[in-house]
C-alpha cells in the first residue's frame, strides 16, 4: 500500500509547486496589482469524474506453452490473440491543475480489462480419417487495475469547446483477475461427427498476472463549457510498457496447466474512451465565474 | 522546485523497477510440460527419468506397438526449460525396457528384451540421444523385471519361464554376470500367468523392485514362492537370507527404500488397499509378513496404485517424498521426516485432465521433477514432466 500512494502523493507535491510558482516580469511597466490579478486569473484547479468504456490489444514478447509438441512444429498451436474485441469498462476521477493552455492532470482510476485469445488442436490418424479430433480452447482474461496516470494536457484552440492533446505515463496496480477457459470440438472417432461444446472452466487467475504494470499514453479529447461545469470527452492510447503477467507463476494453476494451457509474456495496450464533468475549485470572479467566464 | 523534480524522478523509477520482466530463470525453475504428437494412435508412457549435466531431462519410456505383444522403447530429451529436444522410436526387435536409468562412463544404461528370445540386453545411450546401442547379456537371462545400479554394477531381477524362477544377478558395467542366484516362484501351469501378463501389460503392473541394503544384503521384490514378496538375499547361499511375505498376488510390498541396515520405508498393497510405511523395521535375515506391517492407510490412492519412494533432502530437511495416484486422477506427493516417520505434508499435481505417476527424482536446484503419463483432451496418453522448485516445496521444512 506504501507504493500505491508513493506516486499520487509526489505528484500533488510536484503540481502544487508548479501551482504556486510566481513569475516575475522585468524590463516593463505594468500595474503590480492588475499584473497579480491576471496572474491568479490565468491558473484554475478543476475536479471531475470520467467514465467509460476500453477496448485491449496483447502484444506478445514471448510464446509459452505447456504443450511441448514432439512432431509438430509448436507454431500450429500458438495462441491467437483477438485485438480491440472485447469492452472493458473504467471509472476515473480527475485532479487537473490549468495554467495559460497547460493543464497537469493526475486521473487515479479503476480499470477492467478484457482480452481473448483462442487456440486450435488437431489429432489425425493417417491410416484412418475416422480417428479425428479437432479442439478449439477460447479464453477469456478479465483483469481489475487501480490506476494512477500523470498527464499533461496542451488546449489546442478554443474557448467555450477546447480540444486539447495529451501525452503522458500510468503506473497499475493489479486489483483482481479472472479466466475463463471454453473448450469445444468435434470429435470424429466416435461413429459419427460428434460436436460438443464444454462448460467453461472459471478460476480466479490473480496469481497469473504481475501485481503491477506501467506505460506511456497519449490521446486527444475536448471540454466543453457548461455554465461552470465542464464535459469533457477523452480518448487515449495506452502503450503497456511492461509485462502484465507473471513470469514466475506462469505453471501456478494446475487446473491450466493441466489442459496445456500457460501464459505468454505479453504486454497490453489499451484504447480508452470517456466521458466526464469536471467542475471548478476556484470562484475567479462575482457570481461564481470560472477562468472562462470573467 | 528541482529537489521535487528529482524526489518524483526517484519516485517513478522506483516504481518501474517493481514491474514484471521476462527471466529465463524462471522458465527452468518450476514448469509443467506435456509432449504432445498429434497422431491419434501414439501411446507414449514414461518408465523412468534423470536429469542430465545440461540441466535438461533424458526420459526412459515405452510405447505401444502395432502388433500387441510386449512393449516397444521409447526414450526423449528435454530442455532445461522442459521444452521438447529431441526422441527416438527403438527399432521394434529390443522391447520391455526397464531402469533405473544409470549414468556409467558418460552413458546412461537400461536393460531390455529381445521379443524372440526373451533374452535380456543391456542398452546405452548418451544425454543427447544420438546413438543407442543394444548388447546381449552374457548368460541366459530373460524378461528383465527390475534393475538397479550399484555403484558401477547393476542389479538385475529377471524371470526364467523355463524353470518358473526368479533370478537376482549382479553384472558388471558392460553386462558381464559376476553374481547370481535363482529362487523358485512356485510350481504349476498358471503360477507365472501374473508376470508373463504384467510384461504384455495387459494384466496388473506389479512393482517389481532391487536393490542393495547399503553395503550389505541384495534384495528384490517380486515373485517368490507363489507370493509377491521382499526376498533378501547375499547371493552366495541357496535360497533367501530372509524374505518379507505377501499375500499370493494381493498383498505384499509396493516400494521400497531402505535407510539403514534394518530400518526401511515402504509401501504395501493389500486387497486393493494402500498403506505408506515411512519407518519401520524389517529383518533382513528372518521371515516376516507385509501384512503386520501397519502403516498410513491413504483411501485417496487408487486400488493397488502405483507408489515411488524418494529419499532427499528439501529446504536443508531431509524427507522421504511417496509419489503415487489418486483416485480423483491426479499425482499425489507426500512427505515424511526421515529420522521419524511423522507426515510433513502433501502436494497434489495435475488437473483437469488425468495424471499418472512414473517417477520422481531430486533436482539440482534441490526441487523435485515429477515424470508421468496425462491423458491430452482426456483421452491421448502423453509423457508430461512436472518441475518443482524448492519455493514451490516451503512447507516441507
Redesign the interface.
Known sequence: MKKFYLLPCLLLLAGLTFGQATKKRKGTFSNPAQNQKETFLDKQWWLGFKAGMNLSQVLVEKRYSALSPGNYDASLTDKGYDDFSSPGTQATLEVTFYYKGFSFSLQPGFRHSVFTYSNNYEWTDPENANNRLELNYQNEQKVDYAEVPLIFKYDVIGNKLRPYVQVGIYYGFLINANKAVEISGTDYASGGVNEFRNDPVIIGAKDLFAKNHWGLLGGLGANYNLGNVRLNLDIQYRKGMSLINSTENRFGSDRLSGIGEAMDDIKLNNLVFSFGCLFPMRYLASGFKTLDQR | ?MK??F??FL??M???S??????PE?DQ?????????????INYFPIDMVQTEDGGYLILGGRRLETPSFIGIYL?K?DKD???VS?VEVDESFTNPVARLALINNTYRFFCMDPLTYQVHLAQTDANLEAVNIEPVNGAFNYPCAAQADGNSFILLSYDDLDKQSVLTVLNANGNVTQSRAFTIGAGEDVDGPILRHFMRIGRQYPFEVGRIPGGLYYFNGFYNYTFSLVFTNLNQDGPNGVVNGNQEEGGLSAVQPLSATKFAVARFSFDDNYLVPNTTLNPTGISSSVNLGGNTLPELEPNARIKILRTSINNKNVLVYGSNTRSK?IGLYFYDEATGTFITSK??????P?EIAQVISTEDGGLAVCGT?Y??G??PRICLIKLHPDDLSKVK
Not at chain 2, 497434489?348 to 485432465?353: D, P
Open positions: 522546485m521535487q523534480l524526489y518524483l519516485g517513478a522506483l516504481m518501474v517493481c514491474v514484471e520482466e521476462t527471466n524462471f525453475k518450476s514448469f509443467t510440460k506435456i509432449y504432445d504428437n498429434n497422431l491419434f494412435t526423449m528435454a522442459g521444452n521438447f526422441d491426479q497434489y499435481l495435475g488437473f483437469s485432465n495424471f496425462t491430452v483432451a483421452r491421448f
